[in-house]
């Protein structure tokens, strides 16, 4: 159980990094509609994803049940992909590389 709420946090805490990283940039009200349109896509396919709450100061995994560690586990990849790929579109590499050590070794 120990382990599976570490892995809960460490999510938490690199989801709420690039959140930081991309605060200044885009603005909270921006922020959170972006990574609610990217969970509501990553949760069709792994449901642990819609307890995950984005408010305008960031990321909650409180309402993730422990048993969803498997799951959380699989779906982050994708998560951070359509993530990157969002921020390519928009962007380019503009705000790629100000979440790229944050997000290196996770995809």
């Given at each position: 159980?120990?382990?599976?709420?570490?892995?809960?946090?460490?999510?938490?805490?690199?989801?709420?990094k690039v959140w930081e990283k991309l605060l200044p940039?885009?603005?909270?009200?921006?922020?959170?509609?972006?990574f609610r349109r990217i969970l509501r896509k990553v949760?069709?396919?792994?449901?642990?994803?819609?307890?995950?709450?984005?408010?305008?100061?960031?990321?909650?995994?409180?309402?993730?049940?422990?048993?969803?560690?498997?799951?959380?586990?699989?779906?982050?990849?994708?998560?951070?992909?359509?993530?990157?790929?969002?921020?390519?579109?928009?962007?380019?590499?503009?705000?790629?590389?100000?979440?790229?050590?944050?997000?290196?070794?996770?995809?």
């Amino acid at each position: 159980m120990a382990d599976n709420k570490r892995e809960f946090e460490e999510k938490e805490v690199l989801l709420n990094k690039v959140w930081e990283k991309l605060l200044p940039t885009l603005g909270s009200i921006t922020l959170a509609a972006l990574f609610r349109r990217i969970l509501r896509k990553v949760s069709s396919l792994h449901s642990a994803f819609s307890s995950i709450t984005v408010t305008e100061n960031g990321f909650s995994f409180a309402k993730i049940e422990e048993s969803k560690k498997d799951e959380l586990e699989k779906g982050f990849p994708l998560f951070i992909s359509e993530l990157t790929t969002f921020l390519s579109e928009m962007t380019g590499e503009i705000l790629l590389s100000e979440i790229e050590e944050v997000v290196k070794g996770t995809t």
